[in-house]
């Protein structure tokens, strides 16, 4: 039994995804930095970076990091198809999953919370950084296009890992507006993997409508 900390809106909705095409049984911990009424106190115990997605398991050591998160349960779960069975496919695949963890989610946090990254008093600055970052994050997910776009997806016939993450994480601080402008047949493939009867489920209960 894994237990996922996580919160509607957020990064655990792919390793939800993830758990449920391995076919394991987790629950759920309602938990995030920015809800005081949520068990964030046992996330900082579980992630001392308090950041979700979270999984525990059962015996109590803590998986973090949603890169290395999937490509566990990938090679823990081979018939769960998460990642690709065939060598050189599956190289692509984890070098796509650190991609978006080093460069995506990487710029999210600085765009979510720019006064980490500046002096205390440095205020006037933030709006810079952010605004940075946020330029700096759309051309990632235009090399991330170009670099790992495929059809129907990105992880071969069926959604895999990396389906998951870019779907989640392209979520995100307007990229996918700017995607659909300057890479459409890329924007669709994000579409196509939302709406497999699979994971169309997570994606509506974490962004309903
Ligand atoms: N490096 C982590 C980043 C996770 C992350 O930033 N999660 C966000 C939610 S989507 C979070 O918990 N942010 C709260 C915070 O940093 O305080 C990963 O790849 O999973």
């Known amino acids: 039994m894994w237990t996922l900390y996580g919160s509607n ?20 911990m309602h938990a995030s930095s920015w809800e005081d009424a949520s068990a964030r106190g046992e996330l900082r115990a579980a992630n001392p970076l308090e950041q979700i997605p979270t999984l525990v398991a059962d ?20 018939a ?17 999953l650190v991609f978006i963890a080093a460069n995506c989610y ?11 990254w500046c002096l205390d008093g440095d205020a006037p600055l933030h709006d810079k950084v952010r605004a940075g970052a946020r330029a700096r994050l759309h051309r990632y997910w235009e090399m991330f296009a ?24 392209s979520r995100w601080s307007g990229a996918r507006a700017h995607l ?17 009867p699979a994971l169309a489920p997570v994606v509506q209960r974490h962004w309903p409508g």
């Open 146 to 169: 170009d670099l790992f776009g495929a059809e129907p997806f990105l992880g071969g016939p069926e959604p895999g890992a990396l389906d998951l993450l870019a779907a989640v994480v």
């Open 9 to 28: 809106g957020s990064g655990s909705a792919a390793v939800e995804m993830a758990l449920q095409r391995c076919g394991v049984a987790w629950r759920l």
């Open 180 to 196: 659909k402008a300057q890479r459409p047949a890329f924007h669709a493939t994000l579409a196509r993997i939302e709406s497999h």
């Open 80 to 96: 769960s198809g998460l990642l690709p069975a065939d060598a050189t496919a599956r190289a692509q695949a984890l070098r796509g």
């Open 59 to 78: 015996g109590g050591a803590a998986l973090t990091e949603s890169a290395a998160i999937l490509i566990h349960l990938g090679l823990a779960y081979p």
């Open 106 to 116: 990487a710029a999210i946090g600085v765009i979510d919370y720019p006064e980490r």
